[in-house]
């Protein structure tokens, strides 16, 4: 806001300026209508083509103003082309007013063409305090548009600056934006903030970041932390409207955890996969985490033998799904496995009734659990199942342990499933933020390998890479002929086109940028393999065992394309002479297959007769206990995330979990976490 003196002066001044006005409109009757219809200075709510018709029948006093609002309307309908033409055709001699216009406009289109620094550059010479309020708030958006979401003390500040100046949703949504900016900040950037004297509500924000930090993991705790930060910084714009985030934290109440329903199938194929979670999710409720022992044993180290190899594809619509997609061992494996012992007390009090989803229909297990008063259900495992329990409207609080096709959000449902798409899209994360931007996928020729293409595909272009290659390839067999008729496999493949929904608009900070209207469709990825700098291979380890050679048959010895597998590839029993094949590789597991918990690692895989495949469900057994404590707090409370055996896990708007896995690497005969 302006300070009182300078509204003063105005004041002062506006009687003689009015009787000036009145005098000229004596004179000629065009003269006050033409000014109080042009204002560059306050929104422009017409179209393009008004504005360029009042431009065309100005006189030269008013026309430049119309040209302005017309380029001005030609960005707000994404016409970016005629805006620069327009552009060009203005004057070169502008007043003052006109030319902290165009360099708001110059900044706008340098956005929307995706050029920040440009976009900075214009910024930099306004002089925001003759800006009017309404420019004042589309100054403070381009600047924020121009920082691309990067969190900074800049960022913060232009945030700060233009939040007095909105209202409403547009109010909501800059505290909202601050706080985001505020929590991404990394440590190193905390360390090093400078603040000035007087910039107490910046002060006011970083405090009460040091207030979520202290108290976040106990949602009581952090509501009474809060309020006391509300009465430390009352003129704070968060103290007044808190940042939607902890606004769910002042409203969370506890979800009863008294009775846990637990559905899984009992009988059929999935037996073995259910009771392999069902282990989980009974050892962490009995205090698994906190008993077992800090063992040296590490996946690199493990002498068992490995699993037998994969006959089945575990990825079909109704199966339980696990990254690696084992085989399906026999069902005594499980059966067999050693029960918790009886005199170890139980960490929780809480009553866990199993239910069988083989042995009768869905709604009527959903019943019966109800009418036995259970307080939360956790299951069902089949994707069918949780399909027909999201359409069912049930009143209870269900953590299910899949997903559906299409995700229904619903306020009292959430989804936990490892999925192959999701280790897929972790994949995709991982190699794009280590700077790579051609990758060709190897995938099994199989509807497994389609699903996880896919979703590979669509989370690249999400992050803005273009088009993926692919190249498919079948069993052992097929892979055997290829490498002793000296084939090899060349890096290269044919795109990977997938039908991604195209935003119609971005709106950043009150100022709302049309996507740029393209009338020829993006360029393909050629099916050449000059430009591959990654290459990610979802494969069983004794496929591995022959891709990898096959891969080096057909590049030289100098090419630094970085090689990526998927947890298909882990299995117990990788000996050295394996480890030192895989020189350089890099593969995903999860984090209790990677040594977050040596002891427990030996625990399980001892368990599961060294089967990784059950030992990643037994861990989002273990996972699924965690969640289902705190199934209010990952409902009700956003940006809640926890360190999981499964990886580190994340609710989203749909409260569907999504899962950051561990990534290790295979250097000089071991395995070692990639930095």
Not at 31 to 41: A, D, K, L, Y
Not at 329 to 354: F, L, W
Not at 442 to 461: C, H, I, M, T
Request: proline share 6%; charged share 15%; net charge negative.
């Amino acid at each position: 806001m302006l300070p009182s003196k300078v509204v003063r002066r105005k004041a002062g001044r506006f009687v003689p300026v009015l009787l000036a006005g009145l005098i000229l409109a004596a004179c000629s009757g065009q003269g006050p209508q033409q000014t109080s219809n042009v204002n560059i200075q306050g929104p422009a709510t017409g179209r393009s083509d008004y504005y360029l018709q009042q431009a065309q029948q100005s006189s030269d006093d008013s026309k430049t103003d119309w040209q302005l609002l017309a380029i001005r309307a030609l960005l707000k309908e994404g016409k970016y082309p005629q805006a620069q033409t327009q552009l060009g055709q203005l004057p070169q001699q502008l007043s003052d007013v006109q030319q902290q216009e165009l360099q708001l406009l110059r900044a706008q289109l340098q956005i929307a063409q995706q050029n920040y620094s440009g976009a900075q550059q214009q910024l930099s010479p306004v002089k925001v305090a003759d800006l009017s309020s309404d420019q004042q708030v589309r100054y403070y958006a381009l600047q924020i548009a121009a920082a691309q979401n990067r969190p900074s003390l800049a960022l913060l500040r232009a945030y700060i600056a233009q939040e007095p100046l909105l209202k409403g949703d547009e109010h909501q949504s800059n505290i909202d934006a601050t706080w985001q900016a505020l929590t991404q900040l990394t440590q190193d950037q905390l360390n090093s903030v400078v603040i000035n004297a007087d910039e107490n509500t910046l002060q006011g924000w970083l405090d009460l970041l040091n207030t979520w930090h202290a108290s976040s993991q106990d949602p009581q705790m952090l509501k009474t932390a809060i309020s006391d930060w509300q009465t430390r910084y009352p003129q704070n714009p968060a103290a007044k409207t808190l940042p939607t985030q902890l606004s769910q934290v002042k409203n969370f109440s506890q979800a009863s955890t008294s009775t846990i329903a637990l559905l899984l199938p009992l009988n059929g194929q999935a037996q073995v996969f259910a009771g392999a979670i069902q282990k989980g999710f009974n050892d962490a409720r009995n205090g698994v985490l906190n008993a077992a022992p800090a063992q040296s044993s590490t996946p690199e180290n493990a002498t068992a033998q490995p699993a037998p190899e994969a006959t089945t594809d575990t990825g079909t619509a109704n199966s339980v799904v696990s990254p690696a997609a084992a085989s399906m061992p026999p069902q005594e494996s499980v059966q067999q496995q050693p029960a918790a012992p009886a005199s170890q007390p139980a960490a929780s009090s809480a009553q866990i009734k199993v239910y069988d989803t083989s042995s009768q229909p869905i709604a009527q297990v959903m019943q019966q659990a109800q009418q036995d008063g259970a307080t939360l259900v956790v299951g069902p495992l089949l994707k069918n199942h949780v399909e027909e329990v999201a359409n069912s409207q049930t009143p209870l609080n269900v953590l299910a342990l899949n997903e559906p096709e299409q995700i229904q959000n619903h306020p009292n449902i959430c989804y936990f499933a490892l999925s192959p798409e999701d280790e897929a899209r972790d994949a995709a994360h991982h190699i794009y933020e280590q700077g790579k931007r051609q990758p060709l996928l190897l995938l099994p020729r199989s509807s497994y390998g389609d699903r996880v293409g896919k979703a590979f595909a669509e989370e690249w272009q999400q992050l803005g890479g273009a088009t993926v290659l692919q190249q498919r390839f079948g069993g052992v067999a097929e892979l055997k002929q290829g490498i002793n008729s000296g084939a090899g496999i060349a890096l290269s493949g044919t795109p990977l086109t997938v039908q991604m929904e195209q935003p119609q608009s971005v709106a950043v900070a009150g100022l709302t940028i049309p996507a740029p209207q393209s009338t020829t469709p993006a360029p393909a990825a050629e099916s050449s393999g000059g430009s591959v700098d990654a290459v990610y291979i979802v494969a069983s380890q004794n496929e591995l065992q022959l891709i990898k050679p096959m891969i080096a048959m057909r590049t030289s010895s100098r090419n630094s394309t970085a090689l990526y597998a998927s947890s298909r590839s882990a299995q117990a029993g990788a000996g050295p002479d394996f480890r030192l094949e895989m020189e350089g590789l890099q593969y995903s597991d999860i984090p209790l297959l990677s040594g977050a918990n040596p002891g427990l690692m030996q625990q399980a895989a001892k368990a599961f007769n060294n089967d990784y495949s059950l030992v990643r469900l037994y861990a989002m057994g273990i996972d699924a206990w965690t969640l289902a404590t705190q199934f209010n707090q990952m409902r009700q409370v956003s940006g809640f995330a926890i360190d999981g055996n499964t990886g580190k896990l994340s609710a989203d708007t749909d409260c569907v979990i999504n899962r950051k896995l561990a990534w290790n690497q295979y250097r000089q005969g071991q395995v070692v976490p990639v930095q």
